[in-house]
């Protein structure tokens, strides 16, 4: 049986949906670009609503996103490209596990995030407090020493020397 184009593309579109707080706070589509059991690599163009900037990165309509999403990790990172190509940096989330039912993949944010820029002389760990006020340290302390854990991993990772022998971490910056 042969499968048209059509049926291909939607083997190879899911969406991702980030939760936070309980609640759906983002869905949409992205191409999955491999799957090897563990990680989910994805890329989508910006999805938020105009310009973002975080005073130290502006992401903007034309921007494209390479996602990673682990189903063993608790984070994500996103690199983050321009519409010409120039790469910005990497945007990571602190995250559960993903889920990867038929067609989605499902992260639920744990507020912690660290971004790290394209040339790596910012390495910068963000939304700490949000973290603390959240509670998630009371109300699931499991969840909440996985999220510091893997904040202190990218952090070390950003900023080790770029070995991806050593790290195992081909999608992390080079420098």
């Known amino acids: ?15 991702v949906v980030l939760v ?33 900037d975080f005073g130290f990165v502006r992401f903007e309509p034309g921007d494209v996103f390479t996602e990673h999403y682990w189903r ?17 940096g990497w945007y990571c989330d602190v995250t559960r596990p993903a889920l990867v039912p038929s067609g989605e993949i499902v992260v639920t944010d744990l507020e912690l995030d660290l971004w790290v820029s394209a040339d790596r002389s910012a390495v910068l760990r963000l939304d700490e407090d949000e973290f603390a006020a959240s509670g998630l340290d009371r109300t699931d302390p499991v969840a909440a020493d996985h999220a510091v854990r893997a904040l202190d991993e990218l952090e070390r990772l950003a900023r080790a020397p770029h ?3 050593a790290v195992h971490a081909p999608w992390w910056p080079a420098g």
């Open 1 to 15: 049986m042969s499968v048209n184009s059509a049926e291909q593309e939607a083997v190879r579109t899911v969406d």
């Open 163 to 165: 070995d991806p022998a």
């Open 20 to 52: 936070k707080g309980g609640r759906t706070k983002i869905r949409y589509p992205a191409v999955v670009l491999d799957d090897d059991g563990d990680r989910v690599s994805v890329r989508a163009p910006w999805a938020g609503d105009g310009v973002r």
């Open 72 to 88: 063993t990790r608790w984070y994500a990172v996103k690199e983050v490209w321009t519409s010409e190509g120039r790469l910005k």
